[in-house]
């Protein structure tokens, strides 16, 4: 039995072997879906779309966690909008996850945790300059999530971050979402003097590549040089399998193709 990403915009199908079916259930907002697959470990799918897997789960996980992080100076308030973590709107995702994906969920049990029900959108609305940094792990921009691509949101983030705050948004892939990335980004360089893209492997997302978008209200902010580097020794210590200071770096080196898109007016 297979279960199918599809990109109905590419006709592109990313495709699973289930070696057993964990749990499966209608929530409030989506169906929820969790197996054991053949080579991936346990997989969590909702409205029939794979969000994540236990064995590539790491790059997507650390890459959109760590860059911004890394490039603040004094990190002191994080709020993570979708994701299963911070504020959330589906609160079975969250129970399914500890259940079923307790190595990604392991943050619940941290005292500096603050997690909301709801929607992220008015959550930000209402929260005005408290944040240090800003992630949305948001789905594609189809139905409710497409407001998390657009404008207003982004003047939304812009006003709850404090001074010299950092945001980083799910990006898309260069390969098929190029178009959308440009507008992004062409939006939001009148909102933040910095804005920048990275990208980086997911095997199990179509084209096997994501990326993200981050933007500064610092105008010194240089994604692409971290001011918090890690050596090897930091690195082990806090189990990072994906992100370390070189990769970080390179992952803003972009192809020819992207980078012409990117930066014509």
């Not at 909301?116 to 209402?126: E, L, Q, R, T």
């Amino acid at each position: 039995l297979l279960l199918r990403k599809i990109d109905s915009r590419w006709k592109m199908t990313c495709a699973l072997k289930i070696k057993e079916v964990l749990y499966q259930n209608k929530s409030q907002y989506q169906n929820i879906f969790v197996f054991k697959s053949e080579t991936y470990g346990n997989v969590l799918a909702l409205d029939g779309v794979i969000q994540l897997t236990e064995r590539d789960e790491c790059s997507y996980q650390e890459m959109v966690a760590h860059v911004p992080l890394k490039s603040h100076p004094n990190p002191e308030r994080v709020l993570v909008i979708g994701g299963g973590d911070g504020c959330e709107i589906d609160k079975d995702v969250i129970e399914v996850s500890k259940r079923f994906l307790p190595g990604v969920a392991s943050g619940f049990d941290s005292s500096k945790l603050n997690l909301h029900i709801g929607d992220g959108v008015d959550f930000v609305k209402s929260h005005l300059n408290q944040f240090d940094v800003i992630i949305t792990d948001s789905s594609d921009p189809i139905g409710p999530a497409e407001q998390l691509f657009q404008l207003q949101y982004f003047k939304d983030l812009n006003a709850c971050l404090r001074e010299g705050g950092i945001i980083c948004s799910q990006g898309e892939s260069m390969w098929l979402h190029l178009d959308l990335i440009k507008e992004v980004m062409t939006f939001n360089k009148t909102i933040f003097p910095v804005v920048s893209y990275c990208s980086f492997s997911v095997p199990t997302y179509p084209s096997g590549v994501i990326g993200i978008i981050l933007c500064s209200k610092n105008a010194n902010t240089s994604f692409e040089e971290p001011v918090c580097q890690l050596n090897e020794q930091e690195a082990d210590s806090q189990n990072l399998k994906y992100y370390d200071t070189q990769f970080h770096k390179s992952a803003f080196n972009l192809p020819r193709f992207v980078k012409k898109v990117l930066c014509s007016s």
